[in-house]
């Protein structure tokens, strides 16, 4: 079994949950240190994060800059709401690849489970149309279906 | 391709009914018209929307203009959202190694 879920809720939300084998304070750690950051956010193999930038305090900023070994790259940009350390971080984010997406709403708990932690991260795309837009694409099976006949026809 | 288009041709109920039939076949405006009750030419709006984010292609037999899904552009959303899921799968793989090298005073240990 995965130890990712990825899953939405209600008409705005997708939540993603994951378990680590480490106390909430070092999760929450690797998430708000640039130092720890680069070294795991990264994406797909082969990507590199030049620029890591996490100024993790209300209305802090936040860019995160990944590149690959042929030149590609894209970028991240965002803001802190709040933060209670070793607990919950809300942020909100954009992808800049070079089209901006949405705005994301991101509020993520960490919490402690047996001796380990339970991640929860539970995203708010601007609207539901949004999310919608992003479930049509295929997170929805009737779709994914849909995909499987397209690419016998194409 | 414009992912902001797509997002936004896709926002409206009746696109996402429009490209669902689309991805079973081509059809025409009076086909696609059939399912809803709407016009003609409300449908033919819904069209131009989808066809203007790049999400179908129209062709030209005749009289008709049937329709239908333009594959490499939704692949390009679907490539998005696949980029997420193993974006973050490998993320808190490699958070996971990283985390069993922090001690527990607070200083990583590498």
């Keep these: ?47 590199s994060m030049p620029v890591c930038i996490n100024d993790a305090r ?14 590609n790259g894209f970028y991240l940009t965002g803001e802190f709401i709040s933060l209670e350390p ?23 708990l960490f919490e402690p489970d ?11 795309l601007p609207d539901a149309a949004t999310r919608e837009a992003m479930l049509a694409t295929g997170m929805d099976q009737g779709m994914e279906q849909s995909y499987q006949r397209l690419e016998k026809v194409i | 391709m414009n992912l902001d288009a797509a997002f936004s041709a896709m926002a409206d109920p009746t696109r996402r009914a429009i490209l669902a039939r689309l991805a079973l076949g081509e059809a025409t405006v009076l086909e696609l018209a059939k399912p809803f009750d709407m016009s003609q030419p409300a449908v033919s709006r819904h069209i131009k929307v989808l066809s203007d984010a790049g999400l179908i292609l129209q062709r030209v ?15 390009d959303v679907d490539r998005w959202l696949a980029m997420l899921r193993q974006a973050l799968s490998a993320n808190y793989d490699r958070l996971d190694a990283l985390l069993a090298g922090m001690d527990s005073t607070g200083k990583d240990k590498k």
């Design chain 1, 1 to 47: 079994m995965s130890k990712l879920t990825l899953k939405t809720e209600g008409d705005t939300h997708v939540v993603v949950t994951r378990r680590f084998q480490a106390s909430p304070e070092k999760v929450y750690r690797a998430h708000t240190e640039p130092e720890l950051v680069k070294k795991w956010l990264l994406g797909p193999e082969g990507w």
């Design chain 1, 114 to 124: 047996g001796q380990g932690t339970l991640m929860t991260m539970r995203m708010t």
């Design chain 1, 86 to 108: 070793f607990r919950r971080i809300v942020h909100v984010e954009r992808m800049h690849m070079p089209d901006t997406t949405p705005d994301n709403h991101v509020e993520t």
């Design chain 1, 58 to 71: 209300p209305g802090g900023k936040i860019r995160y800059e990944w590149a690959d070994a042929k030149g």
């Design chain 2, 61 to 75: 037999d005749g009289t008709r203009r049937p329709c239908r899904l333009a594959p490499e552009a939704l692949s």
